[in-house]
């Protein structure tokens, strides 16, 4: 046999070993055995050493030629076997639609987030600043500059947590007061702000009380405001948020910033006014403090009284939450248990 018979016939059987295999592995075996170091290409290609001279190009090229072939033929063949492993991995999967899909726990913005904004939309719409305050906050405006002086029986009852003789974190929103009105320039119009925050009280805690809590302090300032103002700007706030009928009712009260000071009750959402479980058979929710801001707190920070009057107020989102929602124990607010927030998702 010449040479070239014999890569013929290699050749031939390699194609038929190609044919009929029908896995990578032993593909694979075909490949290393036929175009190996040591396969028979490489050995037909040794003898190449007796051939006459002229002969050895065209067996040459023919080796090549065979060669080529082959590698072709073994990737196609296993471009066929790879296709083939795949779809019947596809054809073996089955996924069941009807099975329940993964859920992705979705977050909300905590209630108490937003009850204050609501209320900042509310006094944005009527012109109002939304200004904050520090949490760690001075003696000097705590308490001082909100006519509550060192010794005042006062300050007993937001007895609070001291960082040092004279820092302590907030026990009100109030400070954000004096700390506005010292910087407004009157020239530029009234002053009309609201401040949300957090603010901190040595309280122990228990169903109505906790440690911290949060207020929105309002205020504003000008020549001319009158209780009448203040009345009007409290009904207003109250019927957008707790209905259009509602009704503000004034309490003599007392704070020492204020003065006079009050109480201000909101007729009841839930009956209207005719007495039941929310408003304690009164037809009234006490809803927030208020007042005429105390002319020694204008002349603290700057004001002239005889010239500027103004009316404040502080109120409580908890409560107000609590009350919207019938939410009875307030440290539900800050316990983080999802179950308690996830029920405020839709509001
Ligand atoms: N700062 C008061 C408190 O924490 C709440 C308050 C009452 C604020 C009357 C006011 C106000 O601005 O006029 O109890």
Known sequence: MTLEEQLENLEEETMEKISNTSDLDSLNNIRVKTLGKKGPITEVLRGMKDLAPEDRPKVGSFA??????????????????????????????????????????Q????????????????????GYQIIEGPEVEQDHYNFERMNIPKNHPARDMQDTFYISDELLIR???????????EKHDFSKGPLRMISPGKVFRRDTDDATHSHQFHQIEGLVVDKHITMGDLKGTLEELMKKMFGEDREVRLRPSYFPFTEPSVEADVSCF??????????????????????MVHPDVLEMSGIDPKEYSGFAFGLGPDRIAMLRYGVEDIRSFYLNDTRFIDQFKGE
Do not use: Y
């Open 270 to 291: 839930k009956c209207g006014g005719k007495g039941c479980s929310v408003c304690k058979h009164s037809g009234w929710i006490e809803i927030l403090g208020s007042g």
């Open 107 to 126: 977050g909300t913005r905590h209630i108490l987030t937003k009850i204050v904004e609501e209320i900042e939309d509310i006094f944005v719409g009527m």
């Open 64 to 105: 090549n030629q065979v060669r080529n072939h082959l590698t072709q033929q073994i990737e196609k063949k296993r471009a066929k076997l790879e296709e083939e492993a795949l779809n019947q991995a596809l054809a073996e999967e089955s996924i069941d639609v009807t099975l329940p899909g993964k859920q992705i726990p």
């Open 171 to 181: 026990t009100h929103t109030s400070p954000v007061q004096a700390r506005t009105m």
